[in-house]
């Protein structure tokens, strides 16, 4: 089973649309949650933390489950410029340890 | 303003013929980080250096070595790059250090397209 699974997608949706990513983890050691956002050609970017108590960033909203190994990023409103690949991203332990990047999911927002 | 910055973009280098990809920084982290990204896959972290300390991945081929000469460079020393090894190579930096909250997300340089011929 690998470390960090996420939807396969790829999910094309229309402007305006709300769409939801998940993801699921296998050391349940982990401690950090993040979700990156990867352009064509480019390299991942932080998109947000991803907190216990769940947390929101304008149309974006990050949720995490420590009992199901599970987290999500819901997008509100999609914009054509959300348009990109969507890493979930995961440390494995408390401290330094090295982060462990799903696959991603790609997202296309279509007009 | 570029805070990790990788040099070439992009790299051609021969089949067998050893290529190095360097890396440097100017948010003063103490942790460099150098991930392989294939088409369509997840980055894989090859290694990390934690201050000086060099941290191997267990499935990282021999063939790819680094070095850290000081906090603000990290190099990647492909000795005989084989076609297998085209890919984008990525350096990320975080703040390390355990009594901070490992919340500390990395940051990443806009990455090495090496190609083979």
């Known amino acids: 089973r690998k470390e960090v699974e996420q939807d396969p997608g790829p999910f094309n949706v229309p402007e305006g649309a709300t769409v939801a990513f998940n993801c699921t983890y296998s050391?349940?050691?982990?401690?950090?949650f993040f979700w990156y956002r990867q352009d064509c050609r480019k390299e991942p970017k932080l998109l947000m933390s991803v907190y216990s108590s769940g947390n929101e960033d304008g149309r974006f909203t990050a949720q995490l489950n420590r009992a199901s190994q599970y987290i999500s990023l819901l997008i509100r409103d999609s914009k054509l410029s959300d348009s990109a690949t969507y890493l979930c991203v995961v440390r494995r332990n408390s401290g330094n340890t090295p982060l462990v990047f799903g696959k991603g999911t790609r997202l296309s927002v279509i007009a | 303003d570029a805070m990790v910055i990788q040099n070439p973009r992009y790299q051609v280098t021969q089949f067998g013929k050893p290529v190095t990809l360097s890396c440097s920084q100017t948010?003063?982290?103490?942790?460099m980080y150098w991930y392989q990204q294939k088409s369509s896959q997840a980055p894989k972290l090859l290694f990390h250096?934690?201050?000086?300390?060099?941290?191997n991945e267990a499935d990282t081929p021999d063939n790819f070595q680094s070095r850290r000469p000081n906090t603000s460079f990290c190099f990647l020393d492909i000795r005989s790059p084989g076609l297998g090894d085209a890919a984008m190579y990525l350096c990320?930096?975080?703040?390390?250090?355990?009594?901070?909250?490992?919340?500390?997300?990395?940051?990443f340089g806009d990455g090495t397209r090496l190609s083979i011929l």
């Open positions: 050391n349940s050691a982990s401690q950090s």
């Open positions: 948010l003063n982290h103490n942790v």
């Open positions: 250096y934690y201050d000086k300390d060099f941290n």
């Open positions: 990320a930096t975080s703040r390390g250090g355990y009594s901070r909250s490992g919340n500390q997300p990395q940051h």
